[in-house]
């Protein structure tokens, strides 16, 4: 066994977080586990930080060993959870290390998710079943390679451990990296606290770290906001033109720095449905597809809460401040959607009509379950580039409705060169996702001691907008046996 020493490692640490006021976390080392074993080490990432990978040891990736120079902590941290505020919060099944610079020059956090209880488990065993570890790993690097702004999977190992969840499961530690984890959440607990001085220290670490042209900015934290709202309109708008589904939006879900974060009952749609939601625990539909950018918003007004006593001496000031803002969110993500969405079917620069194309698109592929991803991906067909659209139709029922949009569709694309717009197509259009159902056969084969399944998904999913006519198969949207109906957070 190799427990919880600190080993001579050259990692390459710079760890601003732990040198803020003690409020804003609390020391803890991980808790060693019995036989951990690695899954999988994400050796290019670890050169984009300055590790080399064979320094990254199964004893340091599964927080048995910890490296020289890092500083354990588990980040405080408050909450609204499906719309009830929780005060305390906090990381209560996740370390961080430390903080390394990239080779970009940009910070980025090493944080161990599962390594064991916290002062913030509230009576949880701080502990990470398989699944999810395996779930996060596949869903924030197919992200990744999608474009998407997110947190990045170090690694994976198993713990030899097992957890006690509905059943007895295997247990496994995931190793997560982030420009930061600081959350709406982060700025409620200095708030809910009345903790001003500290809420200011944080908003200036933030600008700091994150922001730091707001400094600028004649009050940077109205400039802070306004740069925190747009990030999240982007974000919003580039998840839903993938058909992304996050599943727990609460605010501390909700980075500050714009990534996505906390891949709990995640999913990617299949047939095309604005209400689908996955979450098992989210009876009432608040975190449904469609309902992403409100409570985008939703979060943003919280987070903006936080910030009154920074915005404006007069709180009325601050108040107007921060509405005129939030009130533009629809707007900003509406364009941001507009055009990924636009691009999806060829078109660069979009005006008002080609929305209007696109929402009798989806409202076509919404009256006949048509799949949201395959739709958008041979659409390119109808350009003439390759065999006619014999793949488009058969997602459709009737034919004749897709027929119809597709006689108006080339009109307009009549005005544009079409390898132009062939190319835009391909390259916003992605032909492999993390289906849900693969994700399941994933995580499946891993509790019973197989990842050659994982390993597999994991490299085809590195090159989602390439055709693979090998992995042909995990282009298809699941058989009505195969589809998942539920996903689960694996607290």
């Not at 999977?153 to 059943?167: F, H, N, P, Q, W």
């Not at 700025?187 to 001085?197: L, P, T």
Request: glycine share 6%.
């Amino acid at each position: 066994m190799l427990f919880g020493k600190f080993v001579t490692m050259p990692f390459p640490f710079d760890n601003t977080y732990s040198r803020l006021p003690d409020a804003f976390f609390e020391p803890v080392e991980p808790t060693p586990v019995s036989a951990p074993q690695l899954i999988l080490r994400n050796d290019a990432l670890a050169a984009e930080l300055g590790i080399a990978p064979d320094d990254l040891t199964v004893g340091i990736l599964s927080g048995n060993q910890i490296p020289e120079g890092a500083t354990p902590l588990a980040m405080a941290y408050s909450g609204h959870q499906f719309g009830g505020f929780s005060p305390q919060l906090g990381d209560g099944r996740a370390i961080l290390l430390g903080e390394v610079i990239d080779s970009s020059g940009v910070r980025r956090d090493i944080q161990l998710k599962g390594p064991g209880p916290t002062p913030f488990s509230r009576r949880g065993d701080g502990r990470s079943a398989l699944g999810p570890v395996l779930r996060e790993y596949i869903v924030s690097e197919a992200m990744h390679a999608l474009g998407v702004p997110t947190t990045r999977a170090l690694a994976a190992v198993t713990s030899g451990d097992r957890v006690r969840r509905e059943t007895m499961q295997a247990g496994g530690v995931f190793t997560r990296v982030a420009q930061s984890h600081i959350r709406v959440g982060t700025f409620q607990w200095f708030a809910a606290r009345q903790d001003f001085e500290n809420l200011k220290i944080l908003a200036d670490y933030v600008i700091d770290r994150h922001y730091p042209e707001c400094k600028q900015d004649e009050n940077p934290y109205r400039a802070l906001l306004v740069n925190v709202i747009k990030r999240q309109a982007e974000l919003i708008g580039h998840w839903m033109q993938l058909g992304f589904i996050h599943g727990v939006m609460n605010t501390d879900n909700c980075s500050v720095v714009g990534d996505t974060i906390d891949y709990g009952p995640c999913a990617f749609m299949d047939d095309y449905d604005p209400l689908k939601k996955f979450s098992s625990i989210d009876q009432q539909g608040r975190y449904a597809f469609e309902n992403q950018a409100p409570i985008a918003q939703w979060n943003l007004t919280r987070f903006a809460e936080t910030l009154l006593p920074l915005l404006a001496d007069d709180q009325a000031k601050a108040i107007e401040f921060a509405e005129e803002h939030l009130n533009a969110f629809p707007d900003m993500f509406q364009a941001a959607l507009s055009l990924r969405l636009a691009a999806k079917i060829g078109i660069a620069s979009p005006n008002d009509d080609d929305w209007t194309m696109v929402e009798a698109l989806l409202t076509t592929m919404a009256d006949d379950d048509a799949d949201f991803t395959l739709t958008f991906r041979h659409l390119s067909a109808a350009l003439g580039r390759t065999p006619i659209e014999d793949a488009l139709h058969s997602q459709f029922k009737n034919t004749e409705a897709i027929s119809g949009w597709l006689d108006r569709w080339r009109t307009r694309m009549q005005a544009i060169v079409p390898n132009e717009a062939f190319a835009l197509m391909r390259r916003s259009n992605p032909i492999f996702i993390p289906r849900n159902h693969r994700v399941e056969e994933v995580i499946a084969a891993g509790y019973e001691g197989n990842f050659a399944p994982f390993h597999k998904l994991h490299a085809v999913l590195k090159n989602p907008f390439t055709e693979q006519p090998e992995n042909a198969e995990f282009e298809n949207a699941p058989t009505p046996d195969e589809v998942v109906c539920a996903t689960f957070c694996g607290t």
